[in-house]
Structure formats: C-alpha cells, structure tokens
C-alpha cells in the first residue's frame, strides 16, 4: 500500500509570485484534502476535491485553488503569494462514505515567502 | 460549528512516568475525535480515533483516550512516557459533511530523561 506523497518537499518563492504544490493520495482513497499549517499552530482546513469537484472549503481566499485528477491524485494553486503564505502545506487522503471521516496525512511542503 | 481546545500547550514529563493530554470539542453532531502526532520534520500520524462505539479507545504505542460526552472531553492519557513520545499531539474534531477536520493548537510534550 502506497501512502500520500508530496511535492516538492520545500520551496521559497517571492511574494506576489504563483506556486503549484501536488499530492498523490494513498492507494485506494479517492478524496483529498489539504490544510495549512503556521509555525506554532494546528493545521487549518483549506478544502476538500471529491470526483474532481471541490467538496468543502475552509476559511481562505479564492487565490487558494485546486485541481484533483482523474487518478485522485491532487495540487493546490496559490495566486499572488503573500508573506503570511509562509507554512507547511498538507494534503491527506481518504475513502469518500468510509464513514469515519479517517485521513492520512503526507509529510507536507515547506512554503517560504520572502 | 466545530471547534476543539487543547488545555496545555506544553506539557513535560519524566520517563516512566504517566502522560495526560487534556482536550475538550464542541460539535452539533455526534463528532468523530481523532488525536494526531506530529515528530518534527514529520507530516501527521494518527495515534487513535473514536466514532462512536466503545468510549474507551485505545491506539498505538501504549496511547488511549477516552470519550466522556457529559464533559465534551476526549483527553489523551499513556501509562510510561517513553523519550521517543516528544513530539506534537493534536486532538481533531471530524465533521460529517464534507469529512473536514478542525485541529486543536496542539500540545508539545517534552520528554526528560
């Protein structure tokens, strides 16, 4: 069994620039979500992709956006980069009606903004 | 709404000795709980859930918790601390409609030997 894996493990980028993160969920999940976490914080909800609709949305702008694929795999687009961007990025997987709500968390993507 | 509180941001223990992990949640629904571990430098794992079958739950590496509904509390308890538990731990709330988890602030656990 494959877990979630995530792309690229760390990234810096200028504030105002774009950036594309991806996820590959775990073999067998066919939903995936992704959070946000601040240094020194828990992780906030930014939405949920189910059969390639976004499923549920978090508390963040419209610059945070996302695609998930036919093959359930995910990325999470962030427009106009802001020096608050800065954070580990998380995106977890799960099987849709499971029933448990149980997600399964990849290593995450260290985003820095200067 | 959901929402969860973690009552200690830091908590910090000898080896050997018991760890408690106090969590209190307010959800409209019959919630799922969940507590999470996060080591540094490591996404998350997850150490046990409940989803409304028995109120004691027990999870990996010697961790369980219980539900207690009249409380709204779901604390965290282990036994014998071991130097390899240092790490992050959060108490997560699920919602039912859209499988979305609402995180506590997390609690650190310093280890001492």
């Known amino acids: 069994e494959t877990g979630v894996t995530q792309s690229p493990t760390h990234l810096i980028k200028t504030r105002g620039q774009q950036v594309t993160l991806r996820c590959s969920s775990q073999?067998?999940?066919?939903?995936v979500s992704w959070y946000q976490q601040a240094l020194g914080q828990g992780p906030q909800f930014i939405f949920q992709?189910?059969?390639?609709?976004?499923?549920g949305r978090g508390n963040f702008p419209p610059r945070f956006s996302g695609l998930q694929f036919p093959n359930y795999s995910s990325e999470l687009n962030v427009n106009a980069l802001e020096l608050d961007d800065s954070a580990l990025y998380l995106c977890?997987?799960?099987?849709?009606?499971?029933?448990?709500?149980?997600?399964?968390f990849g290593p995450g993507t260290r985003l820095t903004v200067t | 709404a959901q929402s969860v509180t973690q009552l200690d941001s830091h908590v910090s223990v000898s080896e050997g000795t018991p760890v408690l992990l106090r969590c209190n949640y307010s959800?409209?629904?019959?919630?799922?709980l969940f507590w999470y571990v996060q080591h540094p430098n490591k996404g998350l794992q997850l150490l046990l859930k409940?989803?409304?079958?028995?109120?004691l739950v027990k999870g990996i590496n010697g961790f369980e918790a219980e539900f207690k509904k009249s409380e709204t509390s779901f604390h965290l308890t282990k036994p014998s601390a071991h130097m390899s538990d240092a790490a992050e731990y959060f108490c997560?709330?699920?919602?039912?409609?859209?499988?979305?988890?609402?995180f506590g602030g997390g609690t650190r656990v310093l280890v001492k030997p």
């Open positions: 977890a997987s799960s099987l849709q009606g499971a029933g448990s709500y149980e997600q399964y």
């Open positions: 073999s067998g999940h066919n939903t």
């Open positions: 992709y189910y059969r390639e609709e976004e499923n």
């Open positions: 959800s409209s629904y019959s919630p799922s």
């Open positions: 409940y989803t409304s079958a028995a109120t």
């Open positions: 997560v709330v699920g919602e039912a409609a859209v499988n979305k988890l609402t």
